[in-house]
């Protein structure tokens, strides 16, 4: 041993021995206004109805979602993110309640901006597989294919309908080529240039949207791997978002967050625009189903996995868990 002490010099730990120092060199910190809340609301539904594979999650009725965003405010998380489920027996092969100004996600965009004003950045899924017989994003040519450039036009109209009921951002989650072009020209015509687009850039085919198709009520026949993007691939994504940015998305997304954080990475590194991730329905359900056998500690998961997503580069990321996450960080 050396007179002048012991090897090594160099210690890491140092600064790790006491929590109020591991939280002054943090390098990633969480804040309640990284958050968004993707909220889903029910036609013809008199009370909440649990979704069973999401644990806490709900079906809203149109006024427990003024409730839901009321929270969401005195939490501090940024925005909501609202998705329709509409009556079965108002699907069909078009999507018509999608576009219908009375529609169910068109009275909720209308009823939460009332409620909430400004307070909140109220978002909208702008895709057809919730109001679609067949389930796809889109609409199906006559040998059952989904036709991009037909679901483009249905596109167009249902972001001047979700303008016009109250949205501040458009979500297009479809995946079609050319979507955000169209939409971003839809909007300008009927003079909604202040209506933001956030595009799903690299949306994933992925196992983890199981539990999503039982909260919108899906009716989907078949798969999506026509038109989302392949697991395997990391430079398409890349791809994408050239093409999104030029033709004038405002802000872009990585669906999934936890598996693709690899993609979020270079999607960060790479744009010049706000970044979000999405934590989807699948990754919800693992931690919350682990937690409940015991064999994760439910709050220290969460808090891990969404440190992860904005270590990876996400300024904005949509969960399940945010207005829990920000009461929980406005707390200390």
Same mark, same amino acid.
């Given at each position: 041993m050396?007179?002048?002490g012991s090897f090594?010099?160099?210690?890491?730990r140092?600064?790790?021995t006491?929590?109020a120092?591991?939280?002054?060199?943090?390098e990633?910190?969480?804040?309640?206004?990284?958050l968004i809340?993707? %909220?889903?609301?029910r036609?013809?539904? %008199?009370?909440?109805?649990?979704?069973g594979?999401?644990?806490?999650?709900?079906q809203?009725?149109?006024d427990?979602?003024r409730?839901?965003?009321v929270e969401?405010?005195?939490?501090?998380?940024?925005g909501?993110?609202?998705?329709?489920?509409?009556e079965?027996?108002?699907?069909? $092969?078009?999507?018509?309640a999608?576009t219908?100004?009375?529609?169910i996600?068109?009275?909720?965009?209308?009823d939460?901006?009332?409620?909430?004003?400004?307070?909140l950045?109220?978002?909208?899924?702008?895709?057809?597989?919730e109001?679609?017989?067949?389930g796809?994003?889109?609409?199906? #040519?006559?040998?059952?294919?989904v036709?991009?450039?037909?679901?483009l036009?249905?596109y167009a109209?249902?972001?001047?309908v979700q303008a016009?009921?109250?949205?501040h951002?458009v979500?297009?989650?479809?995946?079609?080529?050319g979507q955000?072009?169209v939409?971003?020209?839809?909007?300008d015509?009927?003079?909604?240039?202040d209506v933001?687009?956030?595009?799903?850039? %690299?949306k994933y085919?992925s196992?983890?949207?199981?539990p999503f198709?039982?909260?919108?009520?899906?009716s989907l026949?078949? #798969?999506?791997?026509?038109?989302?993007?392949?697991?395997a691939?990391?430079r398409?994504s890349?791809?994408?978002?050239?093409?999104?940015?030029?033709?004038?998305?405002?802000?872009v997304?990585?669906?999934?967050?936890g598996?693709?954080? =690899?993609?979020?990475?270079?999607?960060?590194e790479?744009a =010049?625009?706000?970044? %979000?991730?999405?934590?989807?329905?699948?990754?919800? $359900?693992?931690i919350?189903?682990?937690?409940e056998?015991?064999?994760?500690?439910?709050?220290a998961?969460?808090m891990e996995?969404?440190?992860?997503i904005?270590?990876?580069?996400a300024r904005m990321?949509?969960t399940?868990?945010?207005t829990?996450v920000?009461?929980?960080?406005n707390?200390?």
């Amino acid at each position: 041993m050396s007179a002048y002490g012991s090897f090594p010099g160099a210690r890491p730990r140092r600064l790790r021995t006491m929590p109020a120092l591991r939280r002054m060199v943090a390098e990633t910190r969480l804040h309640p206004a990284d958050l968004i809340l993707p %909220a889903f609301v029910r036609e013809g539904v %008199a009370e909440p109805v649990p979704i069973g594979a999401m644990p806490g999650v709900v079906q809203h009725t149109r006024d427990t979602l003024r409730k839901a965003a009321v929270e969401a405010v005195s939490a501090g998380i940024s925005g909501i993110m609202l998705f329709g489920v509409p009556e079965d027996a108002k699907k069909d $092969a078009l999507g018509t309640a999608g576009t219908d100004p009375d529609g169910i996600l068109q009275q909720a965009l209308r009823d939460v901006r009332s409620e909430v004003g400004d307070e909140l950045v109220v978002m909208s899924d702008l895709c057809l597989d919730e109001y679609t017989d067949h389930g796809h994003c889109g609409v199906l #040519d006559a040998e059952g294919r989904v036709d991009n450039d037909a679901t483009l036009e249905r596109y167009a109209e249902m972001a001047q309908v979700q303008a016009d009921a109250g949205a501040h951002v458009v979500g297009p989650s479809g995946m079609m080529d050319g979507q955000i072009g169209v939409i971003r020209d839809a909007l300008d015509t009927i003079g909604r240039e202040d209506v933001a687009v956030l595009a799903y850039t %690299a949306k994933y085919t992925s196992a983890f949207y199981g539990p999503f198709r039982e909260a919108v009520g899906s009716s989907l026949r078949g #798969d999506r791997k026509t038109y989302q993007q392949d697991p395997a691939n990391a430079r398409e994504s890349l791809r994408e978002l050239a093409l999104d940015l030029a033709e004038g998305a405002d802000m872009v997304m990585v669906k999934p967050a936890g598996p693709y954080l =690899d993609i979020l990475a270079k999607v960060a590194e790479s744009a =010049d625009v706000p970044v %979000a991730a999405y934590q989807i329905s699948g990754e919800y $359900a693992m931690i919350e189903a682990a937690a409940e056998k015991g064999w994760i500690d439910r709050d220290a998961a969460i808090m891990e996995s969404l440190t992860g997503i904005r270590r990876a580069g996400a300024r904005m990321i949509l969960t399940y868990w945010a207005t829990e996450v920000a009461q929980r960080l406005n707390r200390g």
